[in-house]
């Protein structure tokens, strides 16, 4: 098993930043066998959507709304994952997930608990 917890969420300003941060915990060799992780959000009454992921090896994808706004990293040696939001828009406004994907078999998907971003107009 992988825990994920979150953190960094928050009220904030049209225009402003804020990064989120998403460590992930659990044995050497659970932890070693995840290869993506990534960002997803969620407002009510909506699908769940991805904002950006990365693999182990820094390769990047992100969605057309965040492009140029959102950057996604990872420090390997720390088990962590970051969202830099800058230009924040009130329509980015939802509870952003940490998400993680052991992707050999059997493909397991791990997920946070989950933090608000509230962007003020």
């Known amino acids: 098993q992988v825990q994920l917890v979150e953190s960094g969420g928050g009220l904030v300003q049209a225009g402003e930043s804020l990064r989120l941060s998403c460590v992930a915990s659990?044995?050497?060799?659970?932890?070693?066998?995840?290869?993506?992780m990534g960002w997803y959000r969620q407002v009510p009454g909506k699908q769940r959507e991805l904002v950006a992921h990365?693999?182990?090896?820094?390769?990047?994808n992100y969605a057309d709304s965040v492009k140029g706004r959102f950057t996604i990293s990872r420090d390997n040696a720390k088990n962590t994952v970051y969202l830099q939001m800058n230009s924040l828009k009130p329509e980015d406004t939802a509870v952003y997930y940490c998400?993680?994907?052991?992707?050999?078999?059997?493909?397991?998907?791990?997920w946070g608990q989950g933090t608000q971003v509230t962007v003020s107009s």
């Open positions: 998400n993680a994907v052991q992707t050999v078999v059997p493909v397991r998907s791990y």
């Open positions: 659990g044995s050497i060799y659970t932890i070693g066998l995840i290869n993506l």
């Open positions: 990365i693999s182990s090896f820094g390769s990047t």
